[in-house]
């Protein structure tokens, strides 16, 4: 079993800026990639980025050029720099690790995220 736990949501003004955190423990060897999602009141669940152990991204288009995933795998820590924060980014964000593919194989309990006009 793998245990996530973010850290670092909150509120915000648009145009601002927060840091998201993903501890992961457990059996973290097995862990090759490590994303956010969000899901926004009435919405989906929705990738918001990807990172591999060898550090490959992938962003949604909507935040392309504002958000940064990085990981620090000697700390087992993932984050998610935001910029330029826009009111449609509020959203509760979770992390999740998958250990073969794309699909999510364990899910952190969320992080709310609002950024007000």
Same mark, same amino acid.
């Given at each position: 079993?793998?245990?996530?736990?973010?850290?670092?949501?909150?509120?915000? #003004? +648009?145009?601002?800026?927060? &840091?998201?955190?993903? !501890?992961?423990?457990? @059996?973290?060897? %097995?862990? =090759?990639?490590?994303?956010?999602?969000? #899901? +926004?009141?009435?919405?989906? &669940?929705?990738?918001? !980025?990807?990172?591999? @152990?060898?550090? %490959?991204? =992938?962003?949604?288009?909507?935040?392309?050029?504002?958000?940064?995933?990085? &990981?620090?795998?000697?700390?087992?820590?993932?984050?998610?720099?935001?910029?330029?924060?826009?009111?449609?980014?509020?959203?509760?964000?979770?992390?999740?690790?998958?250990?073969?593919?794309?699909?999510?194989?364990?899910?952190?309990?969320?992080?709310?995220?609002?950024?007000?006009?």
């Amino acid at each position: 079993q793998v245990q996530l736990v973010e850290s670092g949501g909150g509120l915000v #003004q +648009a145009g601002g800026s927060l &840091r998201l955190s993903c !501890a992961a423990s457990g @059996r973290i060897l %097995s862990i =090759n990639v490590m994303a956010w999602y969000r #899901q +926004a009141p009435r919405k989906q &669940r929705e990738l918001v !980025a990807r990172i591999t @152990r060898g550090g %490959s991204t =992938n962003y949604a288009d909507s935040v392309k050029g504002r958000f940064t995933i990085s &990981r620090d795998n000697a700390k087992n820590t993932v984050y998610l720099q935001m910029n330029s924060l826009k009111p449609e980014d509020t959203a509760v964000y979770y992390c999740a690790a998958m250990s073969r593919g794309f699909s999510p194989d364990y899910w952190g309990q969320g992080t709310q995220v609002t950024v007000s006009s």
